[in-house]
């Protein structure tokens, strides 16, 4: 949905309603990952109500969506840091409605609707394990 020059997951906005797509698209376009958690953790700015009126639940569902589509925006490849793989993985099992922090958890949860963010998930786990044997080797 979002047009980018970015090689994105848009699958999970292409599952929100056609009523709530446009604020999505804003949230996308203008926000950063770090604006969209705090809309999630203490809800849309007024502007954003103002503009997008929506009820709880469908800005709740925009804002999951956009959280994700938004972190498969990192291209994650080794020596991306494995504490900041580890906390996009949190963010996403937060996004996602899941209790645990685990990232196969995460994998099963979306294989079946969203097998894109499915491999960005699997490339995650690949690149923690190939920086742990990095580090590991050149500590030795």
């Not at 080794?78 to 958890?105: H, Q, T």
């Amino acid at each position: 949905m979002p047009g980018s020059n970015h090689d994105i997951d848009a699958s999970f906005m292409d599952a929100l309603p056609f009523s709530v797509r446009a604020a999505a698209a804003d949230l996308i376009r203008y926000s950063s990952l770090k604006d969209m958690l705090s809309f999630k953790l203490e809800g849309p700015s007024e502007f954003l109500k103002d503009r997008f009126p929506l009820s709880e639940d469908q800005w709740s569902a925009v804002l999951d969506a956009v959280i994700l589509t938004k972190i498969s925006y990192f291209k994650i490849e080794v020596n991306f840091p494995n504490r900041y793989i580890d906390k996009l993985i949190e963010i996403a099992c937060y996004a996602r409605g899941l209790s645990a922090n685990d990232p196969m958890e995460l994998y099963q949860s979306v294989l079946s609707e969203h097998p894109s963010f499915a491999r960005w998930i699997k490339t995650a786990i690949q690149t923690k394990q190939a920086n742990i044997r990095i580090q590991h080797s050149s500590n030795t």
